[in-house]
Antibody, heavy 121, light 111 residues
Framework: EVQLVESGGGLVKPGGSLRLSCTGSGFDVAMYGMEWVRQAPGKGLEWVAYLSKSGEYKYYADSVKGRFAITRDTAKNSVSLEMSSLGVEDTAIYYC??????????????WGQGTLVTVSS | NFILSQPHSVSESPGKTVTISCTRMRGSIDSNYVQWYQQRPGKAPTTVIYENDQRPSGVPSRFSGSIDRTSNSASLTISGLKAEDEADYYCQSFDDRSPRIFGGGTRLTVL
């Protein structure tokens, strides 16, 4: 059974840093594109970052570019999101998602349960 | 970046059929696949439609997706509404300049 389990969320002060992890089970993360999507309290879904299956390509939303970095650890079968210079606007539930395996782009097939990041003084 | 515009909310009675629209503002709706995600209260989203009209295994056939080039929009139709269908629904697509774009979401209320 495919599962994605996020960890690392918590309370952080403005300007601080945090590292989120997403551990996959039931599949090899190196065989899929992996992404992060977030949802601010009471708001809609916002795409954050993408890592290609090959690991060669990384894309970021303009709102996080230069502050967030997506990485992969094949030994741990995990994907991480390194977040720095955090602001209150980064407060959200962060979901790890797996790309559907297809030709081109065809969305996500599995979502994690999410981890809450709260940026507050 | 382009925008996907969804109605804020829709409501319908159990057993009826409801359609949620997703209009692409700038660019053609059929230039990239459209997906639909369901998010029940307090839960993570799940995929109900991918590649415009494909249902993942486990999603009831009551859920269907389509594309309308004349209105430049995608639609999610749910027939035989059940109380368990009450949720937020998000459309999603992409293009070369916008890796992933979500619509603002539609709150479905089953009366």
């Amino acid at each position: 059974e495919v599962q994605l389990v996020e960890s690392g969320g918590g309370l952080v002060k403005p300007g601080g840093s945090l590292r989120l992890s997403c551990t996959g089970s039931g599949f090899d993360v190196a065989m899929y594109g992996m992404e992060w999507v977030r949802q601010a309290p009471g708001k809609g879904l916002e795409w954050v970052a993408y890592l290609s299956k090959s690991g060669e390509y990384k894309y970021y939303a303009d709102s996080v570019k230069g502050r967030f970095a997506i990485t992969r650890d094949t030994a741990k079968n995990s994907v991480s999101l390194e977040m720095s210079s955090l602001g209150v606007e980064d407060t959200a539930i962060y979901y790890c998602v797996r790309d559907r395996d297809c030709v081109g782009d065809c969305g996500f097939d599995y979502w994690g349960q999410g981890t809450l990041v709260t940026v507050s003084s | 970046n382009f925008i996907l515009s969804q109605p804020h909310s829709v409501s319908e009675s159990p057993g009826k059929t409801v359609t949620i629209s997703c209009t692409r503002m700038r660019g053609s709706i059929d230039s990239n696949y459209v997906q639909w995600y369901q998010q029940r209260p307090g839960k993570a989203p799940t995929t109900v439609i991918y590649e415009n009209d494909q249902r993942p295994s486990g999603v009831p056939s009551r859920f269907s997706g389509s594309i309308d080039r004349t209105s430049n929009s995608a639609s999610l139709t749910i027939s035989g509404l059940k109380a368990e269908d009450e949720a937020d629904y998000y459309c999603q697509s992409f293009d070369d300049r916008s890796p992933r774009i979500f619509g603002g979401g539609t709150r479905l209320t089953v009366l």
